[in-house]
């Protein structure tokens, strides 16, 4: 076990969370904003290598994420009949990996 002041020679943090956001644009009157509520959880991962080589005395650090959003499907129905754009429906889904 590292002592006060000592670091292991590796460590793996690990983080992960969610969160709902609603969406900020009301759908009323006459405007037409296409938005969606939010749904979203992420992961991540890490490898620290503390003093890995005699010659390297640091740490050396890669870490891993990613983050998948879902946006429910909404159905959206203009009261306006002179409106050219109508009803309409929109959802999706959102992928971010990377790296550092």
Do not use: K
Not at 4 to 19: D, H, M, N, S, Y
Not at 48 to 71: A, F, K, M, W, Y
């Amino acid at each position: 076990m590292a002592g006060q002041g000592e670091r292991r020679a590796i460590e793996i943090p690990l983080r992960a969370g969610c969160v709902y956001e609603r969406s900020p644009v009301p759908q009323e009157g006459r405007r037409n904003f296409i938005d969606a509520d939010r749904h979203t959880t992420s992961l991540g991962a890490g490898v620290v290598l503390n003093r890995p080589l005699e010659e390297l005395p640091g740490s050396l650090r890669i870490d891993l994420h990613g983050q998948l959003s879902v946006l429910p499907d909404v159905a959206v129905e203009n009261d306006n009949p002179a409106d050219f754009v109508g009803d309409y429906r929109a959802d999706g889904t959102m992928l971010n990996l990377g790296r550092r």
